[in-house]
């Protein structure tokens, strides 16, 4: 009775035929390497079938085969966990927006303070000396240096050169913003010079254009950041109504930017004007009234 030896059987491929073979493949192998010798029991070990194949190297290739890891990625093992979010709703200026409490990443909780609560135009602080863009809502987390904060002022037409908003750019609105966005008694083309817009788009959402943009603004250094170079990163967005733009800033330190963009931006992304109530008070209403 003819003996197969493993010089009979065809090469495995380098990738299998380098891989360290478990115990139990070892032995086999040296069984049928010793297929020729003389004192083999008279029970062969391998046997050929009629149609010529060996059942041993079968079985010696599957457990090659079954020896090999099999890794499958699991299903979503790549995707970004969502972050919790929270909703604001400011009845008196009528808009909402969500932001983060937490960051998935880090496991980190973030620590918002409400340092303004919302309240109408006419009695909002000015970021300008001429007063004309005002913070009427701001929540800040001093300790991971984030702010949140909206902000309600007439465009500027020297910037914005149509009345017809559904001509206005993304970039021409940042810039109508920005101009009034100082608190140094300087011209608009001055305020414009201490920002600069990195990116714009605009979109639709309920038929009202939303122009959304993303900045840097020049800030002198903090005794945790002494570099001469600080700046802070912003993304707004920003919508019209009743001729007053409503704009809201979420930002951070540049250099902490690729940690904290992402939640921001979701923040951003989220703004919306709402439908007006009893309590909606526009901005051009009792422009004297300070409380």
């Given amino acids: 009775?003819?003996?197969?030896?493993?010089?009979?059987?065809?090469?495995?491929?380098?990738?299998?035929?380098?891989?360290?073979?478990?115990r139990k493949c070892r032995i086999q192998e040296r069984i049928v390497s010793c297929s020729s010798s003389s004192s083999m029991p008279q029970k062969p070990y391998l046997s050929l079938s009629s149609n010529?194949?060996?059942r041993r190297?079968?079985?010696i290739?599957?457990?090659?085969?079954?020896?090999?890891?099999?890794?499958?990625?699991?299903?979503?093992?790549?995707?970004?966990?969502?972050?919790?979010?929270a909703s604001v709703v400011d009845e008196i200026n009528a808009y909402t927006y969500m932001y983060p409490l937490e960051l998935p990443s880090q496991k980190a909780v973030l620590k918002w303070v409400e340092s303004r609560k919302p309240e109408r135009y006419s009695s909002a602080a000015p970021l300008s000396p001429d007063a004309r863009l005002r913070i009427v809502s701001e929540r800040v987390d001093i300790i991971d240096n984030l702010i949140l904060s909206v902000s309600i002022g007439p465009p500027n037409f020297q910037i914005l050169k149509s009345m017809d908003k559904s001509t206005w750019t993304a970039k021409d609105v940042a810039d109508s913003v920005l101009a009034d966005k100082s608190a140094l008694r300087v011209t608009s083309t001055q305020r414009k010079a201490e920002s600069s817009v990195l990116d714009t788009h605009s979109d639709a959402i309920d038929g009202e254009p939303y122009w959304y943009y993303e900045y840097l603004v020049r800030k002198s250094p903090t005794k945790s950041a002494q570099e001469s170079n600080l700046y802070r990163h912003?993304?707004?967005s920003t919508v019209e109504?009743?001729?007053?733009?409503?704009?809201?800033?979420?930002?951070?330190?540049?250099?902490?930017w690729d940690q904290?963009?992402?939640?921001?931006?979701?923040?951003?992304?989220?703004?919306?004007?709402?439908?007006?109530?009893?309590?909606?008070?526009?901005?051009?209403?009792?422009?004297?009234?300070?409380?």
């Fill in 57 to 59: 190297r079968v079985l």
């Fill in 1 to 22: 009775m003819a003996f197969l030896s493993l010089q009979t059987l065809p090469l495995l491929p380098n990738t299998h035929r380098n891989q360290v073979l478990p």
């Fill in 234 to 236: 912003y993304v707004a």
């Fill in 61 to 85: 290739l599957l457990g090659l085969s079954s020896s090999l890891p099999l890794v499958l990625p699991s299903p979503g093992c790549h995707a970004e966990e969502e972050p919790k979010m």
């Fill in 52 to 54: 010529g194949f060996c």
């Fill in 241 to 256: 109504r009743d001729g007053f733009l409503y704009t809201l800033n979420a930002s951070t330190l540049s250099k902490q």
């Fill in 260 to 291: 904290m963009g992402p939640v921001l931006e979701k923040t951003v992304a989220s703004f919306r004007l709402l439908p007006s109530t009893e309590s909606y008070v526009p901005p051009y209403k009792d422009p004297w009234r300070f409380w």
